[in-house]
């Protein structure tokens, strides 16, 4: 069965570093979202993004994030100068056109020291 | 925006027994009711889902009801198993536009044998 996928299953980051967190959402999916958990708290939305562009950000999606789809299979989330405060989880999830359904992939445990 | 606000945050039940997780939703326009079942080091799955067109669903031993009127909607566990063990999130959207889901607290249900 089709699943998404992320790397790295972990990243530990110094404040202000850049990281790179990496889905691959299903092949025939269009529509691709970022959620976020921070360790007891709940799964916030981000942002999604289809058809090349961002269709919804959250209040949380400020201007040192950022999302890319460069090839037919790689969806990134880019956080420019990580803070404390970004250490949570980080889901990919993908839907197609056809199903209400998002399919999550299994997360990116970030940590900033 | 939509909130939604489930209990209880833990729950423990005996083998065999019966489990009932409850939300509640903020925004009359939510009409997608999802419930993700989320095991230690994955990601949410998927396990039944609601449209507000229907009141109940089933799904062998997983059942979802939903009153619209008073915005709420539940999750029938039956029969438990030391499987049934994780941490479980109800979500709510609107599928017009890009379908963000809000979600729950989630509670952690523990079968005990």
């Known amino acids: 069965e089709p699943e998404v996928t992320q790397t790295p299953s972990h990243q530990v980051t110094q404040m202000g570093q850049e990281v790179i967190l990496r889905c691959v959402p299903i092949s025939n999916h269009l529509y691709f979202y970022w959620y976020r958990q921070i360790l007891g708290q709940k799964v916030e939305f981000l942002v999604s993004f289809y058809n090349n562009e961002i269709s919804e950000k959250s209040e949380i999606f400020d201007d040192q994030f950022s999302v890319e789809r460069p090839d037919g299979s790689n969806f990134t989330l880019k956080i420019r100068s990580t803070k404390l405060e970004d250490s949570a989880m980080y889901f990919c999830a993908s839907r197609p056109n056809s199903q209400e359904t998002q399919y999550f992939g299994p997360g990116t445990r970030l940590l900033v020291l | 925006g939509e909130n939604v606000e489930q209990h209880p945050s833990t729950l423990s039940v005996q083998e065999g027994d019966s489990a009932v997780i409850k939300c509640t939703y903020s925004d009359s326009a939510s009409n997608y009711f999802p419930w993700y079942k989320q095991e230690l080091g994955k990601g949410p799955q998927l396990i039944i889902d609601i449209r507000s067109n229907v009141g109940e669903k089933k799904d062998q031993r997983i059942a979802v009801t939903l009153n619209k009127t008073a915005k709420h909607f539940s999750l029938h566990i039956t029969e438990t198993q030391p499987e049934d063990s994780a941490v479980y999130f109800c979500?709510?959207?609107?599928?017009?536009?890009?379908?963000?889901?809000?979600f729950g607290q989630g509670t952690r249900l523990t079968i005990n044998p």
């Open positions: 979500a709510a959207t609107d599928t017009q536009g890009a379908q963000k889901l809000v």
